[in-house]
């Protein structure tokens, strides 16, 4: 009786876990404004785990002089108030791993070993 209980409460965690992450690939997937202090880049989360950099606002507008990667969900931890969805990045030549805190349906907070900032999402019609 109790290795059944077992069983079944590992199961519904790993569907609680497996429903959260769908629903934070689904939230991330879009063009996003890095609000950085010195200048203004963007990213691109795609759904097949492809992600695009662009160094600035033109280099967005014009589709060019992007750095391409690759990024994935890692982990999700449990928070008090929040989780935070740890999400690797793959690019060349290096790998970045971020940490996302949900802050509403339009921003993130994103924390790295350099520190803190803010992902604001672009509206298509931008």
């Known amino acids: 009786m109790r290795i059944s209980s077992v069983i079944c409460f590992l199961i519904v965690m790993s569907a609680c876990v497996s429903s959260k992450s769908r629903q934070f690939t689904n939230y991330l997937l879009g063009d996003w404004r890095i609000e950085n202090p010195s200048m203004q880049s963007f990213i691109r989360f795609e759904e097949n785990g492809k992600t695009t950099f662009y160094l600035n606002r033109y280099s967005y507008k014009l589709d060019s002089l992007a750095e391409y990667g690759d990024w994935r969900l890692k982990e999700i931890k449990k ?12 690019k060349r030549p290096q790998q970045t791993t971020f940490q996302f ?16 900032t803010f992902f604001t999402r672009i509206e298509k019609n931008q």
């Open 101 to 116: 805190i949900l802050i509403d349906q339009q921003r993130i907070k994103v924390i790295d070993e350099r520190g803190q």
């Open 79 to 90: 928070g008090t108030v929040r989780d935070t969805f740890v999400v690797q990045i793959d």
